[in-house]
């Protein structure tokens, strides 16, 4: 119980910091905090395939990918509010950020609302039926055979539009 | 033990900062990395659930939910590689027409 909390916290902590940060690379770090934090939940899930694979998957490769790109574009801080010129334009995004504040401060009172009261009292979980590797992998190759086949295919596909729209245009450079 | 409730409360709360950076972020790159926050919570609701009806079928789910994010995070990288090439900037707000 203990350990849910302090898995818990850190991750709301480090995700709440991952959106206060100007500095993307700041923000990609913490993201990586956030996800070692999930990492540790899904240990106490008894899924340790999914500890591992969110460690070695996000943490290892697509958090890497998201560094990567920030280093690439040099990337700028975030303009603050002061930055924009008008005022007009100003008070309109101080406008936007308030309503999406509050938009999310609603959904997430509702959802704590409605979890609170309906998934309190039952819901405590069975004891064993640990998914092991091997269970997980035979289930992929059988009943789940076909969508991972799919996912192969998802994965060349997002492979070859990467790298088209990241392509610089040969005819436009000139050499 | 914490219980589902505990997860599922926990879940929403990542979901709801998630959507709260989407929505309140001037950054590209935040944009996605909250996306990416979005996709952690339900994930974690996935595994929670397939804990508690004792299936494996959650973890599977979570697998193919963390291929797809990678495919996403790397079309929309490239997008954003393109997008910066253009203008110098990610701010969102800098790439309001559909031509130029």
Redesign the interface.
């Known amino acids: 119980?203990l350990l849910?909390y302090v898995f818990?916290a850190a991750?709301?902590i480090a995700?709440?910091l991952?959106?206060a940060?100007r500095n993307?690379i700041y923000?990609?770090l913490l993201?990586i905090a956030?996800?070692g934090a999930?990492s540790g939940?899904?240990i106490?899930?008894?899924?340790p395939?999914?500890a591992v694979?969110?460690i070695i998957?996000?943490a290892g490769?697509?958090m890497v990918?998201?560094l990567f790109?920030?280093m690439?574009?040099n990337?700028?801080r975030?303009?603050t509010t002061e930055d924009v010129p008008t005022w007009a334009a100003r008070t309109s995004?101080a406008g936007?950020?308030r309503?999406?504040?509050a938009?999310?401060?609603a959904?997430?009172l509702e959802?704590?609302w409605a979890?609170?009261k309906h998934?309190?009292e039952?819901?405590?979980?069975?004891g064993?039926?640990v998914?092991s590797v091997s269970?997980?992998g035979r289930?992929?190759f059988t009943r789940?055979a076909f969508?991972f086949e799919v996912?192969s295919v998802?994965?060349l596909?997002?492979?070859v539009?990467?790298?088209v729209?990241?392509r610089?245009d040969p005819a436009k450079e000139g050499h | 033990m914490p219980r589902l409730g505990d997860y599922l409360v926990l879940s929403g709360l990542l979901f709801v900062i998630g959507a709260a950076g989407v929505m309140v972020r001037r950054n590209l790159i935040t944009i996605l990395l909250s996306i990416e926050i979005m996709l952690n919570a339900v994930n974690l609701s996935f595994v929670a659930f397939g804990r508690a009806l004792g299936s494996a079928d959650g973890q599977i789910i979570v697998f193919f939910v963390m291929t797809v994010a990678a495919a996403e995070a790397a079309v929309g990288l490239a997008i954003v590689i393109g997008l910066f090439r253009h203008r110098e900037s990610l701010n969102p707000d800098s790439f309001t027409n559909l031509k130029w």
């Not at chain 1, 106490?44 to 899924?47: I, Y």
């Not at chain 1, 039952?122 to 069975?126: E, I, L, T, W």
């Open positions: 119980m849910f818990g991750a709301v995700s709440l991952v959106i940060q993307p923000s990609v993201l956030s996800f999930l939940l899904y106490l899930l008894e899924a395939f999914v694979i969110q998957i996000y490769a697509i990918l998201f790109v920030v690439l574009l990337a700028p975030e303009e995004r936007v950020a309503f999406g504040v938009l999310s401060i959904l997430g959802l704590v979890l609170t998934g309190g039952s819901g405590a979980f069975a064993g039926s998914a269970a997980i289930l992929l789940y969508p996912t998802l994965i596909i997002a492979m539009g990467a790298v729209l990241a610089r």
